[in-house]
């Protein structure tokens, strides 16, 4: 496959010719608009955030924060494990190598563990449902631009 720049890729969009079989920054086009796909799907947490409510959000963020205050060590410890074995999980069946399975478990994991801390106080943040509806919109724009690029 050849390798095109962005402008290349929009030069061929715009001319009306496939930009599938190429690749952009060493990965096919095919999935970057599968990227844009996912970015597209995952902006709909507006969505999920008017829905649910900001109460609800918040007496759930209030909840978290006291489980993971009552033993910090042992419940990141667990979420990490837990996010940790679900990347092998997904990593396994794919043929990623076990060095970078470990790697981005380890990683991945680990962050997981700490972010929890930080969802509990996020989710009682009354700025929450704006700043959503701001980080949706930038992540709707840019899955439905490689989306586009890609067809």
């Given amino acids: 496959m050849a390798d095109i720049s962005y402008l290349d890729a929009w030069g061929m969009w715009l001319d009306g010719r496939s930009t599938l079989g190429h690749d952009l920054l060493g990965l096919p086009l095919l999935w970057w608009g599968r990227f844009g796909k996912i970015l597209s799907f995952v902006s709909g947490a507006t969505v999920v955030v008017d829905l649910v409510g900001l109460e609800k959000l918040s007496r759930y963020g209030e909840r978290l924060a006291r489980f993971m205050a009552r033993k910090p060590s042992r419940n990141t410890f667990v ?15 794919i043929g990623v190598p ?4 470990f790697v981005l478990g380890t990683t991945l994991g680990g962050a997981a563990g700490m972010l929890a801390f930080r969802l509990g106080s996020a989710l009682q943040d009354p700025e929450l449902p704006m700043a959503t509806r701001w980080v949706s919109l930038g992540l709707f724009v840019l899955g439905f631009h490689f989306d586009l690029l890609a067809s």
């Fill in 98 to 101: 076990w060095p970078v399975e």
């Fill in 79 to 93: 979420v990490g494990l837990l996010t940790g074995g679900a990347v092998v999980l997904v990593a396994e069946p």
